[in-house]
């Protein structure tokens, strides 16, 4: 019995080691810029940051029915706002980031592939229905392509797996999140970043979902909107909301 | 029920039952040679045949995309036998199934020839029958029950297969776009009415099969005895 509590105690260890545990829910696109925004952030003792990334349709849906975070960074703006206006949100949500979208054609020059129309044989994006890239980079497809049909068109879940499936050599190109290619250090070559006029702009919203559990969680949603945070998620590959607001 | 739904519903049938014809054929020899062999190879190929029970259909997506990918095994084998890349199509998704849903048709099947008697066995053979007789004139009829069973099975788990398909599929309507799929991309486009209408089909076909299974063959084909004395 006593062996029986003491490994039982084990799995309660992991939350008595911070006073303070602040959790953010976070579009897959953003998980990285995230990360290096808390690392960034001058950390208060005894709190810690914990990061969950899905997409952002079903981190949504947990949301609404009570997943316990406290801050939600959206791919979009739709589902922040919906939040905001059932009353599920703490505070005004703001967009803390504008995704911008690139041409990646691993292997081959993308400017040039881009100009001279060289040929694609399958290009691989994010879902239209539900993922902002998606919507963007089908609507890039029409404008640009038309009802030229010697370009196939995959679909990934979100983003992330239409960058995957560019990067395991299943689809010779792809529209994807320009974030993805810095983070993963993709020559600049390789890819063209789209002039934003040519989608349907990419605005991200997020907002805070319960009053402050501590002070971490306060500083944290101030420290966000700061010209130091700024500068990380515009190095990251996003444009800020600042700018443009 | 939009157009797409029911495409999607049309190709999730399509992919079961090819998979289950395909898994039929290799399952039944394969779970034959497993019952009656005591070799390594047997045990390793029951390990092997396992492993989509404990891993997550996550990984074996994972690997299978890699696999097809331009500089995987089987995407330089399509390549050189001049085949269209076995990622984002139907025949892939094919494959991919077999080798998910395979525990759940050779297991049964294995059940099912284990418990034909070896006496039986032992009479047939000296009356002159060949291992291939003894399969297919005295095992598998001796063991209907197992068979059905293994074919429901396989059916029923290609037909909620999610994470394999997502993983290799691409959401291609018509193509790779099945049910499961479809219901993910109703939920994540808070399309909640969408995913319900389509859920509640596959509820009602998991229903209708799981009450057969149980009605017709009493829930045995899960805990086969096999052998049903005649």
Known sequence: MRTLLFFLSLFALPNLSAACTVR?????????????????????????????????????????RGAPFDFFFSADAEKVERLENRGRTFGASWTYAIGRMSLWTPGRNATAVLESNDPIETISIANPKHAPYGAAA??????????????????????????????????????????????????????VTLPDDQYPSIRQKAALLRSPACAASSGFARFLRSTEAAAVIELSGYVTGQESE | MSPEDLQALWLTVKLAT?????????????????????SIAATAFNVLIALPLVLP????????????????????LTSTAGLAPLAFSFPGLVLGSVIYSLPFVVQPLQAGFAAVPQSVLDASSSLGADPKSLLLRVAIPMSQRAVVAAGVLGFAHTVGEFGVVLMIGGNIPGETRVASVQIYDHVEALDYAGAHQLSLILVVFSLVILTLVYRVWGGSVFTQSGSKSA
């Open chain 2, 57 to 76: 259909p996550t990984v074996i997506g994972f690997y299978l995309l890699l696999a097809m990918g331009p500089s995987g095994p089987l995407g330089a």
């Open chain 1, 138 to 191: 089908a609507s890039w497809i029409e404008a640009h392509w038309g009802s030229d049909k010697s370009v196939r068109t995959v679909v990934g879940a979100n983003v992330a797996q239409a960058f995957h499936f560019v990067k395991t050599g299943n689809a010779d190109a792809g529209l994807v999140a320009l974030s993805q290619l810095i983070s993963e250090g993709i020559p600049v070559n390789e890819y």
């Open chain 1, 24 to 64: 953010l829910a976070v579009a897959s696109n953003f998980r990285a810029t995230l990360e290096r925004l808390v690392t960034a952030y001058e950390d208060e003792a005894n709190t810690e940051f914990q990061i969950i990334s899905g997409a952002s349709g079903t981190l949504f849906s947990q949301i609404l």
């Open chain 2, 18 to 38: 090819s998979t289950t014809i395909i898994l039929l054929i290799i399952g039944l020899p394969l779970s034959w040679w497993l019952v009656r062999s005591q």
